[in-house]
């Protein structure tokens, strides 16, 4: 079995050095290999993503990624940037279904933005589609027509691509609490109204012992504010994922505590993420918060590398270590980046 | 002068009622009429917005609507939908940018999901485009391509579509804190990259004395919830102003107290709305919360009635109100709809 670290831009390269110091810690029969990605790769080879990188990627049992992105890129032409080699990545190894929990660490419960009552034993997971819709679709573009500059974007969603992700929402829901709230705008965009019909098809065949609801992306924002804990799995397409999950990630306290998983076929390999992005404000000082990178091991573990007892273990962990009241900046602490993950390690 | 007034459906009728009745006391010398929309008028007309109500808005000084929906009418074909009927109102009136102010009145910051610190004094404003973007862009449709269902919808603006709201975007942030945060996926989208860079011309060109900075909309959904009050005025194209505003809503205690204004070219009427919706489940009980309604009417004294001195006036009143314990439920007391707006008459 072989993990492949992307470590990428920003402090994506500090975080995973320390998911992979556990790696080597917990699970020593994993073999660890590493690549690049993002603005790390192109200024090595001039794309965000080489064929070479991909392909290792496809040949990997999973693939922990830690940020792409920042300001020295942005001049850099689209198809160039750190962010097209993220994309290129999920699409290549066709991870279509995002995975994003939010769950609130008793010991962070003072962290979060919200009130207590409001996210004390919060636990969401949010099912986001990350390979389709208005991130993909053609045509798109930025011309001019008939003298009038302009910018467009098609968002787009087929049968089998709703299916497969509302089915591993619906699997998911079994193993927590059996609730899905499918999540678009219906009742303004055919390609939302399109999402309803198919998720509500799939639910029909696929969703036994499921209970199905449907909501507004705006009141699912609002929803998500005002009262957390009424949800159990949130479905949602790629765009309203990518938002409803950065939202989502403030009420658990810090977005540095959040993992992410995307999986795709059963047997191929999972990319794991942490939520946060390269925070280039803070890269290169040893000050970002390691867990989600860790989290985002811990998903590997579970949900690609069959080692579910050493997940266990290291979430147990990592709850340990904010027990004991292990803290980087971002939760209010003055732990290094290293530091935390010693609180971790110290704590398996 | 005249006011139309279009209740619409579900707490609509309950919340504009008692908007009219502090209008009659407050600026008696507007003339007051009412028409119907949405649901109640697809009831009547078979339609839900006739030209004729067109036709009487675009006459009128400014139109205030309650809401529409419900789910009595999900059934009906898609351009026959209560909502078909808002959104045609909105292009007929040409009302292109929707303003909605989150602030929090200091007697209920004790309401908002959110800590205290991260909301006492909160003030900021949400500028979205309103007739424009993925609700309005063709093509569009739900078919078969190659045996295949699909759904698509046509992300699109084009370059005056992005320089009128963005004007009108600089001027509000010259009246407040002089601060546009521009909103957008341009990592993603090609109409993202396109509004970023038009607003970056309009900037340059339309902008003197305000300061722009560009955040991506699941940045800034995170960070509405992580520290709001470091947003002055949010622009925010039609998709992710819907999302983002209703995120913004709970921070303030609750969205039942949340007006919005959306305004045309100058000297033609302004739309004035709740930012809630027809609230089914409350509906006809006489408990709804009628402040965004309230609010609503004073946002159309104020930026179409030419009534700044009574807007002022009615903006007290309901603090005062509020001050002195006036409660609907949404607000944790128990104050009916009417008994709410008496409190706020009995303040003016
Ligand atoms: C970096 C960006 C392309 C990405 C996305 O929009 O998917 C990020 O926001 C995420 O959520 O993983
Ligand atoms: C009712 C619906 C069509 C509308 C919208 O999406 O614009 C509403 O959510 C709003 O924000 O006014």
Same mark, same amino acid.
């Given at each position: 079995?072989? !993990?492949?670290?992307?470590?990428?831009?920003?402090?994506?390269? +500090?975080?995973? &050095?320390?998911?992979?110091?556990?790696?080597?810690?917990?699970?020593?029969?994993?073999?660890?290999?590493?690549?690049?990605?993002?603005? *790390?790769?192109?200024?090595?080879?001039?794309?965000?993503?080489?064929?070479?990188?991909?392909?290792?990627?496809?040949?990997?049992?999973?693939?922990?990624? =830690?940020?792409?992105?920042? $300001?020295?890129?942005?001049?850099?032409?689209?198809?160039?940037?750190?962010?097209?080699?993220?994309?290129?990545?999920?699409?290549?190894?066709?991870?279509?279904?995002?995975?994003?929990?939010?769950?609130?660490?008793?010991?962070?419960?003072?962290?979060?933005?919200?009130?207590?009552?409001? @996210?004390?034993?919060?636990?969401?997971?949010?099912?986001?589609?990350?390979?389709?819709?208005?991130?993909?679709?053609?045509?798109?573009?930025?011309?001019? +027509? /008939?003298?009038?500059?302009? /910018?467009?974007?098609?968002?787009?969603?087929?049968?089998?691509?709703?299916?497969? @992700?509302?089915?591993?929402?619906?699997?998911?829901?079994?193993?927590?609490?059996?609730?899905?709230?499918?999540?678009?705008?219906?009742?303004?965009?055919?390609?939302?109204?399109?999402?309803?019909?198919?998720?509500?098809?799939?639910?029909?065949?696929?969703? *036994? =012992?499921?209970?199905? *609801?449907?909501?507004?992306?705006? %009141?699912? &924002?609002?929803?998500?504010?005002?009262?957390?804990?009424?949800?159990?799995?949130?479905?949602?397409?790629?765009?309203?994922?990518?938002?409803?999950?950065?939202?989502?990630?403030?009420?658990?306290?810090?977005?540095?505590?959040?993992?992410?998983?995307?999986?795709?076929? $059963? =047997?191929?390999?999972?990319?794991?993420? $942490?939520?946060?992005?390269?925070?280039?404000?803070?890269?290169?000082?040893?000050?970002?918060?390691?867990?989600?990178?860790?989290?985002?091991?811990?998903?590997? !573990?579970?949900?690609?590398?069959?080692?579910?007892?050493?997940?266990?273990?290291?979430?147990?962990?990592?709850?340990?270590?904010?027990?004991?009241? %292990?803290?980087?900046?971002?939760?209010?602490?003055?732990?290094?980046?290293?530091?935390?993950?010693?609180?971790?390690?110290?704590?398996?």
């Amino acid at each position: 079995q072989t !993990l492949l670290l992307l470590p990428g831009d920003g402090i994506g390269p +500090e975080v995973v &050095a320390q998911a992979r110091r556990i790696a080597e810690a917990l699970v020593p029969d994993v073999q660890i290999e590493e690549g690049l990605v993002g603005g *790390a790769s192109f200024d090595a080879h001039g794309t965000p993503l080489t064929d070479e990188t991909l392909d290792r990627a496809r040949k990997a049992s999973a693939v922990l990624l =830690g940020a792409v992105g920042g $300001p020295r890129w942005t001049a850099t032409a689209r198809d160039k940037r750190p962010e097209a080699g993220l994309l290129a990545l999920r699409k290549g190894l066709d991870v279509f279904a995002n995975l994003r929990p939010a769950f609130c660490f008793p010991a962070l419960v003072d962290a979060s933005s919200l009130k207590k009552d409001r @996210v004390e034993g919060l636990d969401l997971m949010i099912v986001r589609e990350l390979t389709g819709g208005v991130y993909f679709g053609q045509p798109r573009g930025i011309d001019e +027509e /008939g003298g009038l500059r302009r /910018g467009y974007d098609t968002a787009i969603y087929t049968h089998p691509e709703v299916e497969r @992700v509302a089915r591993i929402a619906f699997d998911i829901a079994r193993g927590r609490n059996g609730r899905v709230t499918s999540v678009e705008k219906s009742n303004v965009m055919e390609s939302g109204l399109f999402w309803r019909q198919e998720v509500t098809l799939a639910h029909a065949e696929l969703g *036994a =012992g499921v209970e199905l *609801a449907h909501m507004y992306a705006d %009141a699912c &924002a609002m929803e998500l504010v005002r009262a957390p804990k009424q949800f159990d799995v949130i479905l949602a397409d790629n765009l309203f994922g990518d938002i409803l999950s950065d939202a989502a990630a403030m009420l658990t306290g810090s977005i540095g505590m959040l993992p992410s998983a995307s999986l795709g076929a $059963p =047997g191929t390999p999972g990319l794991y993420e $942490p939520v946060h992005g390269s925070a280039p404000d803070i890269a290169g000082q040893g000050i970002a918060n390691p867990c989600a990178a860790i989290l985002s091991l811990e998903m590997a !573990l579970r949900w690609s590398l069959g080692k579910e007892k050493a997940a266990d273990t290291l979430l147990a962990a990592v709850g340990k270590a904010l027990d004991r009241g %292990a803290r980087t900046r971002d939760l209010g602490g003055d732990l290094s980046t290293r530091a935390m993950a010693d609180a971790v390690l110290n704590a398996l």
